[in-house]
């Protein structure tokens, strides 16, 4: 199954960060403003209007930027733009272009700076509270849920009400979770509910959003431009040729550019294993072991080296690292760091891995292909976003760049990518204590235990005997059998 309707192309201006794509657009916008062609550039953080707007102004380049600092509701503002045309170059948040009416990009050609997500993977974790809040408008069947019909405007009312309390104009007795799954409901988005897995009574309730407001926006612009690091493999690249577009190179596109450092990448990971969360969290006595890879590797450092991090790594030692967010986007003050550490995964989560299934099957695509372009969109394209916020986007350094990244697929999508010349060393992945599949150490009791078990002892002397609790001696008792 596909969604093509039409064909129609997006131009692709590719070029490593730092090349100059942005440039590259505001020096034709002159001539194409003189042609009375409008332009709409839309980016995906605010930190990013403002970098562009100082450049067109220090270029003398007329703009109107439209965002949300401007006290007034940001799509009607920008709808009433793009319907009266009174400005040649808009320059807006991804978000609020997503918010207008699509049609009103007749006339105008839209550019994109990044490539905007085009698809969300929700994951939420309800206690039997919220989850009563959620089946008492809903019906469950087959592990999906539905609003039930009679109800379908009383929650409609339930979620404006909630997103009025966001603004402190009203007050909600209604959850952001519940909030969250009725308006996924009510968008007509597949949302499924699995079955309990604790307890505590907790159901994960999932969906899988697919943001196809991209597609139609794309749709109705005169010309669409995508500004990028690369799409090869993404998620963009995949679900743009599934709905019909095909890529042409855009005129947009900077001078073909290469950075001059010397670049040294060092693996956190040994060779054919991949970095994840449940690896990195693993205990090695007191300590995480992203605690004791970042030990290791502040060892390495000549600096206070940058650092990328998830929220769920709160290493010890984070007044020797300057901490930078992982969508690093737009962010151009980084540019004297010389070393950067990348201690962020990308895998899909088992949520994650039921939505991918999901979308394989709608769209009859290769599962492989779905879990490659999600890993391309997580891991390795924000990697490449993060080493290149170094010394390394400018031309005139020398210095070598250490670059200590997750695993050998970021390190091969980097050489692949910008970094042809780049040598990799896997030296730092010998001196950190990887487990082979992520688990802890096996208790020192254990083998005791099974001996035990073995010669007929019954589980709770066992228990009394070792000072371990019977619960983990049933367990090794299951998996010892199980083996």
């Not at 031309?395 to 990799?424: C, K």
């Not at 371990?468 to 001696?473: D, G, L, M, R, Y």
Request: glycine share 6%; net charge neutral; proline share 5%.
């Amino acid at each position: 199954m596909t969604c093509i309707t039409r064909i129609k192309t997006i131009y692709i201006a590719i070029a490593a960060p730092g090349a100059g794509k942005t440039e590259a657009l505001l020096s034709r916008l002159p001539a194409i403003q003189g042609a009375s062609k409008r332009i709409v550039l839309a980016l995906p953080t605010l930190i990013l209007i403002d970098h562009v707007a100082q450049r067109a102004s220090s270029a003398g380049v007329p703009f109107r930027t439209i965002d949300n600092r401007g006290g007034e509701l940001v799509a009607s503002e920008l709808e009433s733009a793009l319907r009266e045309k009174r400005d040649s170059f808009i320059i807006c948040t991804q978000e609020a272009l997503r918010r207008v009416q699509h049609s009103l990009l007749r006339g105008w050609t839209l550019v994109i700076d990044e490539v905007p997500k085009i698809v969300d993977y929700h994951d939420y974790a309800l206690n039997p509270i919220e989850l009563r809040r959620v089946l008492d408008y809903t019906e469950e069947a087959n592990g999906q849920l539905w609003i039930k019909d009679e109800l379908s405007q009383t929650v409609s009312n339930q979620v404006n009400t909630n997103r009025a309390d966001s603004t402190g104009a009203d007050c909600s007795t209604l959850g952001n979770s519940a909030a969250h799954i009725f308006r996924l409901l009510l968008s007509d988005v597949a949302v499924f509910i699995d079955q309990p897995q604790k307890k505590d009574g907790i159901r994960h309730v999932r969906a899988v959003e697919e943001l196809l407001g991209w597609w139609s926006i794309m749709s109705f612009a005169d010309e669409v431009h995508v500004l990028a690091a690369n799409i090869a493999g993404s998620e963009f690249e995949v679900f743009a040729n599934l709905h019909g577009f095909t890529f042409k190179v855009s005129t947009f596109t900077p001078d073909a550019g290469q950075y001059t450092s010397p670049v040294f990448i060092y693996p956190i990971m040994p060779k054919n294993q991949i970095f994840s969360r449940t690896k990195m969290n693993a205990e090695h006595g007191d300590s995480k072991l992203y605690d004791l890879a970042l030990e290791t590797i502040l060892k390495e450092t000549d600096s206070k080296p940058l650092l990328f991090k998830n929220k769920w790594a709160q290493p010890k030692q984070r007044s020797k690292v300057q901490q930078v967010p992982i969508d690093c986007r737009g962010l151009n003050g980084y540019d004297f760091a010389t070393e950067a550490i990348l201690l962020f995964g990308g895998n899909p989560s088992p949520s994650d891995q039921k939505g991918l299934e999901y979308l394989s099957r709608k769209y009859e695509q290769d599962m492989n292909v779905m879990l490659a372009a999600f890993i391309t969109t997580r891991l390795l394209e924000p990697s490449l976003q993060a080493v290149t916020r170094t010394a390394i986007r400018r031309m005139d350094n020398t210095s070598p760049i250490t670059l200590y990244v997750q695993d050998e697929r970021v390190a091969q999508y980097l050489i692949g990518t910008y970094l042809p010349d780049a040598v990799i060393n896997w030296s730092l992945s010998e001196k950190i204590p990887v487990k082979l599949d992520g688990r802890k150490n096996e208790h020192s009791k254990k083998q005791d235990a099974l001996s035990l078990i073995e010669d007929g002892v019954p589980n709770k002397e066992i228990a009394r005997r070792l000072g371990v609790s019977p619960k983990a001696i049933r367990n090794w008792k299951q998996a010892s059998i199980a083996a």
